[in-house]
Structures are given as C-alpha cells and as structure tokens.
C-alpha cells in the first residue's frame, strides 16, 4: 500500500508561489529606486538653483547695492526733510551694511531727540529707508549754561532745542547722567495722573544724595527724601494734602523721611 504524505506541497503549487513573491519583491525595490532617483534629482536641481540664486543675490544686490531712491519716515517734518536732504548724496553710489550702521550711529548723535532709529535697504528696490520716532518728554530742567533738557518715560535726557512742550520743571543738582532713574519716572508719571492733587510747581532732585522734592504752588514743600518708592509717596501725599485742605491750615511741610516706618510728619505754617 502507498503512503501519502498530506502535509507535503506538491511541486507545482512550490513553483506557483515563489513566482508569486519573486514578482512582489521585484516590483517594491524597483519602485522604490526610482522614487529614490526622482527625489535625488529633484532635491540636487533645488539645491542648485537655490545656490545660484542666492549667489546672484549676494553678488548683484549685497555686495555691490547702490542706492536708487531714498525715504525719511516717522520723524516729525523739520526732521524728516533734513534727514532726507542729508540722503541724496548717496543717490547712485554704492551703499553696503557698514555704511548703514554708521549712517544710524551719524544720525542718533546728530538727532538725540530721535528714537528706534533704523536704516534699512530694499534689496531689490534699491531704496535706501531711514525711519525714527520723536521722543515725548515728561519732564525737563535747565542746567548751569540756561540749556534745557528733557527727559523722556524712557527715563532718557536728552535735548530738543526745537522742542516747545508744556512739562513738569526740574530742578537737578550734581552732574547730569545719560538717564534718570526709574523711580523718578514713575515720580513724574504719577504726578501727571495727579494733576488736581499734586498740582506742584517743580520737582527738586538732588543726584548726588538720591533724594526728591516737591514744591507746590502754595509754597508747601514735600520731602519725598530718598528716591525710592516714589509712586507710593506720591499717592499717600496726595490724600495727606486733600485731607489736610478740609482740616487743617496750609501744610509748610511733608516729610517722607521715615516713610519705610509707615510715618510721615506735618509741619503747618505759623501764622
């Protein structure tokens, strides 16, 4: 009697499906090479082309940019027109980032009166943009010589001899710095928010002692001493001189000397 070994594939069905995998493995790698082709000649022909453009970029716009045309904006009228009179001789001439660096340093010390001063070049417009905001000042005194100085919310001194606002007076005593401290802004800042309670006829800063002063129309003095917590002094002088003007005489004095102790001492006027 024959043996049949059931389990056992025949030949055929062997033949049918190493075909059947041979033919799937083939067709995945030679779509995969050519996936791989495509995307190497793609992404070499968009490095190139890249690569080219930014070289003519680099060669035609900034390494050899000359100036076409030239704007001032954001500057007040009197500014603008002399910063772009101070533009036209750069008209047709090579212009390269250095020279934009040192045309901003030129103008921020000829106009300290100017912030965010910024010099910018269209690369592909040829126009060479000088842009820059007026200072607002809050405050200015008058040293020794009569000149006048400002000083912004940016706590910086400046001058503006073209300047007519109406603001606070200070009077400085020690050298002036480049800027104040910010306690003395927000001093200032309070004060103008204020205005009906803390009316005063100037400030009084001494910048060697740190210490602030304020002066009233009516002749009272507030000792704010120490320029620190300045904001918070201001307002408690504030309901001090409005709870003293229903009670009591004029005020020749308010000392914050000891204010950190949560004291503050009154000197009325004697008649």
Not at 26 to 49: D, E, I, M
Not at 151 to 170: K, N
Request: one cysteine or more; proline letters at 6%.
């Amino acid at each position: 009697m024959k043996k049949y070994d059931y389990y056992r594939p025949s030949a055929s069905s062997l033949g049918r499906k190493k075909r059947v995998v041979r033919r799937k493995r083939s067709s995945f790698f030679f779509k995969f090479f050519l996936l791989a082709v495509l995307a190497g000649v793609v992404g070499f022909g968009g490095w190139l082309g890249v690569s080219k453009g930014y070289q003519l970029l680099v060669n035609s716009k900034l390494t050899d940019w000359h100036v076409k045309t030239v704007s001032a904006e954001g500057s007040p009228a009197p500014f603008q027109s002399e910063i772009l009179s101070s533009l036209r001789p750069y008209e047709g001439k090579p212009f390269s980032v250095k020279d934009a660096a040192a045309l901003r340093a030129k103008l921020i010390k000829r106009y300290p009166m100017l912030k965010e001063v910024s010099v910018s070049r269209g690369l592909l417009s040829g126009e060479l943009r000088v842009a820059a905001k007026r200072r607002e000042p809050i405050a200015k005194f008058v040293l020794p010589d009569e000149s006048v100085r400002y000083i912004d919310e940016d706590s910086t001194v400046y001058p503006d001899p073209s300047s007519s606002a109406s603001v606070p007076f200070v009077e400085l005593s020690g050298p002036v710095p480049e800027k104040l401290s910010p306690e003395f802004i927000d001093l200032v800042q309070s004060t103008l928010k204020l205005n009906k309670e803390l009316d005063f006829a100037f400030l009084q800063m001494d910048l060697e002692k740190n210490t602030v002063k304020m002066h009233m129309p009516d002749g009272c003095v507030i000792d704010f001493g120490q320029a620190v917590q300045l904001k918070r002094k201001a307002l408690a002088a504030a309901r001090i001189l409005a709870f003293s003007h229903e009670h009591y005489q004029t005020l020749e004095k308010l000392d914050f000397t000891f204010f950190k102790y949560g004291k503050v001492f009154l000197t009325q006027k004697s008649h």
